[in-house]
């Protein structure tokens, strides 16, 4: 099993900056890549970014620009970097790791709001 600890949401003003962090503890070996979902009310959950175990990262387009997502191996922890944060970002950010064992297993953190004020 794979935990996953988000924590970083907030309230912040258009225009401005938030941190998540997303900590995996656990059976973490085979974990090939992390991901970044968002759901907002009445809305499908969607993806926003994902950083695979060597780095290469992807970004869903609404975000390119704004957002960077790192990683810390030592920790085993994820970090989205969210700027020029917009009314339209607000929602739930779930943080998602896939793990290949005998097919590929998808674990959830528990999620955490993020709200932008206009």
């Known amino acids: 099993q794979v935990q996953l600890v988000e924590s970083g949401g907030g309230l912040v003003q258009a225009g401005g900056s938030l941190r998540l962090s997303c900590a995996a503890s656990?059976?973490?070996?085979?974990?090939?890549?992390m991901g970044w979902y968002r759901q907002a009310p009445g809305k499908q959950r969607e993806l926003v970014a994902t950083i695979t175990s060597g780095g290469s990262t992807n970004y869903e387009d609404s975000v390119k620009g704004r957002f960077t997502v790192s990683r810390d191996n030592a920790k085993n922890t994820v970090y989205p970097q969210m700027n020029s944060l917009k009314p339209e970002d607000t929602a739930v950010y779930y943080c998602?790791?896939?793990?290949?064992?005998?097919?590929?297993?998808?674990?959830w953190g528990q999620g955490t709001q993020v709200t932008v004020s206009s």
């Open positions: 656990g059976s973490i070996f085979n974990i090939f890549i």
């Open positions: 998602n790791a896939k793990r290949l064992s005998i097919s590929v297993v998808n674990y």
